[in-house]
């Protein structure tokens, strides 16, 4: 790497690529075990530094080397968090643009949450995790281990809408992903993503789980209006959930960084797993606290916070 711009994964050119944050491996490495008591170690064997890069031309930022996480890391990282929710917020939205009796396809399914919210359609998950699959079998949901890849080019415009709900973020190659869910889709059918957004608090909150193994791309505006021209898709809708889906966690952020900024101190970007940040936390704890409380309602809140929702008409 040594700061030479490397090919985003969208176009698969350097010209617009530039140079965000550095991370060290080794703090990275200690935040997880910290934080999710994860040991990510054998991950990044002989690696030491990770970069995240941005691609100006898409508005994509994603790390390099691009390490995903395996089975045992998700297994791992599922234990200690709610992993499978069934009132997403993007479900909420996103089953509002499927009609009774199409065709569906969902990849990363999980559990087949989704499902639920879908009840009188012809619906398909594909899922690589064992233990999700079978949750998912127990409610009599159809989850099947396949990739993508191979499942678009054994049953191409099959689908009527084909979904993949906060994955994308997690892949090595989301153009070939992308590139699959389209070809699953019939002419007018409908491809729905979400993923953290790469504008709000998230990409601010210093928060392990949003760089490698875990996340390996961030999403902007920017990238799913590039993907929508690129594709020829014929309409794009964004919905972002509000920051009072997680109010404590966009509470924590603000009040954290207004705490180093009167202190006159800088917390690192991206992630920062030093003593310095988490005494600055557990001291703005409180006032976290007492932001929520003064919040109201829904609208006190900024309206862009954790998940972006894209819904593209082929």
């Known amino acids: 790497m040594n700061g030479i711009p490397v090919a985003s994964p969208l176009t698969n050119r350097t010209e617009q690529v530039t140079l965000f944050a550095e991370i060290d491996v080794a703090q990275l490495i200690e935040g997880y075990k910290f934080r999710h008591d994860v040991d990510v170690a054998r991950l990044f064997s002989g690696i030491d530094k990770l970069v995240l890069w941005r691609d100006n031309e898409t508005g994509l930022s994603f790390f390099q080397p691009m390490v995903v996480g395996d089975a045992a890391f998700y297994d791992a990282v599922a234990k200690g968090q709610e992993y499978y929710l069934q009132n997403r917020f993007e479900f909420m939205v996103a089953r509002h643009h ?12 999980g559990a087949g949450m989704f499902r639920l919210h879908i009840p009188n359609t ?6 690589f995790g064992a233990a999700a699959r079978r949750s998912a079998a127990e409610q009599g949901i159809l989850v099947l281990d396949r990739d993508v890849e191979d499942f678009a080019n054994e049953h191409p415009g099959a689908f009527d809408v084909t979904c993949a709900f906060q994955v994308v973020e997690h892949v090595a190659d ?3 992903f992308i590139t699959a869910m389209a070809k699953l889709t019939k002419p007018g059918g409908q491809i729905m993503l979400s993923a953290p957004t790469g504008e709000g608090y998230v990409a601010r909150n210093r928060d392990v789980l949003n760089v490698p193994p875990h996340h390996v791309t961030w999403w902007e505006d920017s990238t799913w209006l590039w993907l929508k021209a690129h594709f020829g898709f014929s309409r794009l809708d964004l919905y972002h959930a509000p920051a009072s889906d997680f109010p404590m966690e966009w509470a924590r952020m603000i009040a954290s960084d207004g705490l180093a900024g009167l202190l006159g101190l800088e917390l690192r970007a ?13 001291l703005a704890e409180q006032t976290a606290a007492v932001i929520v409380s003064g919040m109201r309602n829904r609208r006190d809140f900024p309206a862009i916070g954790h998940t972006t929702l894209a819904v593209f008409a082929r």
Do not use: H, N, W
């Not at 499927?98 to 399914?109: F, L, Q, R």
């Not at 991206?270 to 557990?282: C, G, S």
């Open 98 to 109: 499927v009609s009774v009796g199409a065709k569906v396809c969902e990849i990363g399914a």
């Open 122 to 127: 012809d619906y398909t998950g594909l899922e």
């Open 174 to 176: 989301p153009m070939a």
């Open 270 to 282: 991206v992630v920062d797993e030093t003593p310095l940040r988490r005494k600055i936390d557990a």
